[in-house]
């Protein structure tokens, strides 16, 4: 199992980036998937997620409004849109295998099983 992040990169506040996520080793149309960050520091928080048949979209409340979680089944990605980034946004980012098929999407990090390498996202005041 295999996950690759990329599209991290520096932007201004208020700017926008988006995250793409592709996934291999899982029939990934089976699976609900995760977005986290890691700021330094500090411990890794959920950040959004999305169901198997992608009915279910979940967003922590910092980033409700801003962020859009989306996948693509057919090319077995899922996708990260933020926008009006701030500089508490501001984190390494990752994307993660909920562990079991064919259930709800959870905020709880340890239904995650497997991870992504994580791409830096960072935003300038």
């Known amino acids: 199992v295999q996950l690759q992040a990329s599209g991290g990169g520096l932007v201004q506040a208020g700017g926008s980036l988006r995250l793409s996520c592709a996934a291999s080793g899982r029939t990934f149309r089976l699976y609900s998937m995760g977005w986290f960050r890691q700021a330094p520091g500090k411990e890794r928080e959920f950040v959004a997620g999305?169901?198997?048949?992608?009915?279910?979209?979940t967003y922590v409340d910092t980033v409700k409004g801003r962020f859009t979680i989306s996948r693509d089944n057919a090319k077995n990605t899922v996708y990260l849109q933020m926008n009006g980034l701030k500089p508490e946004d501001t984190a390494v980012y990752y994307c993660a295998y909920q562990r079991s098929a064919l259930t709800v999407v959870s905020g709880d990090l340890g239904a995650y099983d497997y991870w992504g390498q994580g791409t830096q996202v960072t935003v300038s005041s």
């Open positions: 999305i169901s198997w048949g992608s009915s279910t979209l």
